[in-house]
């Protein structure tokens, strides 16, 4: 009898041990899982806040910089190759690039130095598209590059000035953008969010689409590839949590052919409301 009972007991613990296992491993699991989703519900993240009324050129610069990494998008495309998917600002000395540019015979544009042409790029990249770099079919005659003083990145003039200001200082070149005056500092702390200053999310999925620049690499009206696969029926191909998991983790399934290419920390910078709209939008592509 004795023996009997003690095997059960020492059963019993081994059961215990178990399950006590099994449950860890189990929420470990579920840890794991969660922390490859957005973990913003509602707003993006609210950025850097400056006082415009008191600022240095050393502030001006650190304010483009930021903008440049974070609410302007610019690093989801300009990038070094080959992951890059426009030309490497970053890598490059923006001013003597931007001079080369204005001596190019292709040039069109307005501007007659190289901040001129920092901002035109800017606000109108189709006036000069870089070679190899335009939209698929348009013989380098349109950009794929969003506007950025207009929804949904819309930087105010301010912010401009200072990403055009961070990129003459990055390669030690003399900044020419001035200060924003008070009234123009008022204005832009005027048009910000009272809550927190972070610029208001995307409304609907195709400015969601436009904001993270998706159709710099995807024809959303086509099959055809570009930098990556075409989109116009996805929804056939493949299954939400597919969809959803090939944004937030691109690097889990890549499509044959094609290059590993896709930012893989949309996943930190979506809101989850962001993210479901693309979803639902390319699923329903069929």
């Not at 190289?114 to 770099?133: F, H, K, N």
Request: hydrophobic share 40%; net charge negative.
């Amino acid at each position: 009898m004795t023996d009997t009972r003690d095997n059960r007991e020492s059963s019993g613990s081994k059961v215990f041990v178990y399950a006590m296992i099994f449950s860890l491993g189990l929420t470990l699991v579920f840890t794991l899982v969660a922390n490859m989703l957005p973990q913003v519900q509602g707003e993006a993240p609210s950025e850097q806040m400056v006082d415009l009324g008191s600022l240095t050129m050393d502030d001006f610069i650190a304010l483009g910089k930021d903008l440049f990494e974070n609410k302007g998008t610019c690093t989801l495309c300009h990038k070094p190759a080959p992951l890059g998917r426009a030309p490497d600002i970053e890598g490059a000395d923006m001013v003597a690039v931007s001079e080369e540019r204005l001596a190019d015979g292709r040039y069109q544009g307005e501007a007659k130095d190289a901040a001129g042409y920092i901002l035109e790029s800017m606000v109108d990249p189709s006036r000069y598209v870089v070679a190899t770099w335009g939209k698929k079919g348009t013989n380098d005659a349109e950009s794929p590059m969003p506007a950025v003083d207009k929804p949904p990145i819309q930087l105010s003039t301010v912010e401009i000035d200072a990403v055009i200001a961070y990129l003459q200082a990055k390669d030690g070149n003399e900044v020419t953008v001035s200060l924003p005056s008070p009234e123009a500092a008022a204005e832009t702390a005027a048009a910000a969010p009272a809550a927190t200053g972070a610029p208001v999310p995307a409304a609907t999925a195709d400015e969601a689409m436009t904001k993270y620049v998706c159709t710099g690499c995807h024809a959303l009206d086509s099959n055809d590839a570009l930098v990556g696969p075409g989109l116009l029926s996805v929804g056939a191909r493949l299954s939400t949590d597919e969809i959803r998991q090939s944004i937030i983790d691109p690097n889990a399934v890549i499509s044959e052919g094609f290059p590993p290419a896709m930012p893989a920390d949309f996943a930190d910078k979506m809101t989850v409301r962001e993210l479901e709209m693309i979803v639902e939008l390319l699923a329903g592509k069929k």
